[in-house]
């Protein structure tokens, strides 16, 4: 069966102290990762997608990295603006063309 | 501002009740998908349209239904609610089907 595990649940970060976080992932065929972020009430908002183990990329203070099992979100010096809920989504290839997300990670940062 | 645009923004309803939430993607794009999100549970894939047609079905109840008309807009449709229902309902859009999706802001449905 499909799954995405997202870890630690919940995250408290001072300014500018950095880290990571995991998504694990056990899936018949990875067809995409991708990472969202969503704010209280408001829809998911894209971020990035990674297609193959090696893969990498970067978005201001972001940096997603992908392996054949897991995918990690680097927050390098994060700042208030960065608390949000960090969403992985993986896309299957056989079946339907939907997402399988993760519960998430509540990323808070502290001024 | 993802493109997509959903209404209404909220949702107040008795049970038994019907409700109609509606979507339009990004332009350009062909695909819908309708995903449910309560405060339990993560988002759970509902329904994805493609140029009009079906394409494929997650966890979506027999009372709820959607369609998706010439102009690509969808609606989905929610009867005989139960307090269960209660739940934030998004409409992600994307160009084919199996692209990147972008998220529309939420419908939020409370059923009393």
């Known amino acids: 069966e499909d799954q995405v595990t997202q870890s630690p649940e919940a995250l408290r970060l001072q300014e500018g102290e950095s880290s990571s976080l995991n998504c694990s992932y056990t899936?018949?065929?990875?067809?995409?990762l991708f990472w969202y972020r969503q704010d209280p009430g408001k829809g998911p908002e894209f971020l990035f997608t990674?297609?193959?183990a090696g893969e990498e990329k970067e978005k201001e203070r972001l940096k997603a990295t992908l392996t054949k099992k897991e995918s990690f979100l680097h927050i390098t010096a994060p700042k208030p603006e960065d608390s949000a809920t960090y969403l992985c989504?993986?896309?299957?290839?056989?079946?339907?063309?939907?997402?399988?997300f993760g519960t998430g990670t509540r990323l808070t940062v502290i001024p | 501002d993802s493109g997509v645009t959903q209404t209404p923004k909220h949702l107040i309803t008795a049970t038994g009740q019907r409700v109609t939430l509606r979507c339009s993607p990004r332009?350009?794009?062909?695909?819908v998908y309708w995903y449910q999100q309560s405060l339990d549970q993560g988002l759970q894939f509902l329904i994805q349209?493609?140029?009009?047609?079906?394409?494929a079905k997650g966890n979506i109840l027999e009372r709820f239904s959607a369609q998706q008309f010439p102009d690509l807009h969808s609606e989905l449709n929610l009867s005989s609610l139960e307090l269960g229902d209660s739940a934030l309902y998004f409409c992600?859009?994307?160009?084919?089907?199996?692209?990147?999706?972008?998220f529309g802001p939420g419908t939020r449905l409370t059923v009393l």
């Open positions: 992600a859009s994307s160009v084919g089907g199996a692209d990147t999706q972008y």
């Open positions: 989504a993986v896309g299957v290839v056989a079946g339907a063309n939907n997402l399988f």
């Open positions: 899936v018949s065929g990875l067809r995409g």
């Open positions: 990674l297609y193959s």
């Open positions: 332009s350009g794009d062909l695909s």
């Open positions: 349209y493609y140029n009009g047609e079906e394409r």
